[in-house]
C-alpha cells in the first residue's frame, strides 16, 4: 500500500535531487534529472528546488512573481515506467517486489510531475495495461489508486508487451522498464531493442532472500507462474551454483543494456527505496 508519508518524502528527495543538480555545468540535457536542452519555449510557475539560473528575471521585474524559463527538451519528454505484475513479482519476505517497483516507479512518475513533463506508469503481466501519458497531480493521483489496487497474477510476456506498448511512444521518450527480469538475455534483448532511440533504464529488482538464497534444508519449489513443483536441498554446493548462475544472467543483462545504449541497475529489496532512487539519479 502507497501511503501519504511516502509520496511526502518523495517531495523532499525531488528537492533534494534538484539540488545536487543545479550545481552541476548546464549544457544539453542528458537524464531526467540534470541538465536541460538548447531551445527555449516557455516559462512557467518557480517551484521550491528548481534551478535558480533558470528564473527569468524580465518576467519577476514585470509582475513580480518567479518564473522560469523551459526549454523544448524538457517540453517534449515524455516518462514512460513500465512494471512487470507478473505471479513472480508477488514473491517476497519483506515487501513484495510488486510493492517496492510500484514506489520505485512513482519516484520516476513525482519528477516528470516536478518538471511539469508527460508521464505514464503501465503494467504488464499476461496482458499490458496501458494508460495514456498525462501531465499533473489528478494523473498521479490515479495512477497511486490503480496501484493500490492492482494485484500481481499472471504469466510475464516481456516480448508481447514492449512490443505492443512501443505503439504509444510517439517521440523520443524516457523509457523505465521494472521487473527482474528472470528471462534469457536473448529474450530481453529482442524485447527492448526497438526502444534502443530513447533514454532507456532497466532496473531488474529482486528480493534480497533471491540475492542471498538464505534458506538450508529439503524444499519443495513451487513456481508461481507455471505452477511446477520442484524437490531440492538447498546446501553450500547448490548456493555457490546458484550465485554463480545470478552473477552470470545479471552480466548478460548488463551486456543487453551496452548493445543498445540502456542504463542497467541491481536492486534488492532490502535496500532503502530512497537510497535507490537517488543512486539511479545520481547515475542517469
Known sequence: MI??????????????INKRTTSQIVGERESI????????????????????????????????QLHVKL????????????????????????????NYASMLGLGFA?????KNEKFVLSTFSDNLDLFKPKKGK????????????????????????????????KSRSLIVIISDFLYDPQEIRNAVYSLKNNELILIQLLDASERDLNFKGDFHLKDSESGTKLRTFIGPLLKKIYSKNLQE????????????????????????????????????
Open 71 to 98: 526549454y523544448e527538451a524538457e517540453r517534449s519528454l515524455t516518462s514512460h515506467i513500465i512494471i512487470d505484475f507478473s505471479a513472480s513479482m508477488g514473491f517476497g519476505k519483506q515487501i513484495s517486489k510488486t
Open 138 to 169: 489528478k494523473q498521479l493521483v490515479s495512477i497511486v489508486d490503480y496501484l493500490n489496487k492492482k494485484k500481481p497474477s499472471g504469466h510475464s510476456r516481456l516480448y508481447y508487451s514492449l512490443n505492443n506498448y512501443k505503439k504509444l511512444i
Open 110 to 114: 513525482y519528477m516528470a510531475l516536478r
Open 33 to 64: 534529472f540534470k541538465g536541460r536542452g538548447m531551445v527555449f519555449s516557455d516559462r512557467r510557475a518557480y517551484a521550491p528546488g528548481d534551478d535558480p539560473k533558470a528564473i527569468d528575471w524580465k518576467v519577476f521585474a514585470r509582475i513580480g
Open 3 to 16: 501511503s501519504q508519508d511516502f509520496l511526502k518524502n518523495l517531495d523532499k528527495l525531488s528537492i533534494k
Open 249 to 284: 544472467h545479471q552480466s548478460g543483462i548488463q551486456k543487453v543494456a551496452d548493445e543498445v545504449k540502456a542504463k542497467f541497475f541491481r536492486v534488492f529489496t532490502d535496500e532503502s527505496i530512497f537510497d535507490v532512487f537517488y543512486k539511479i539519479a545520481s547515475k542517469t
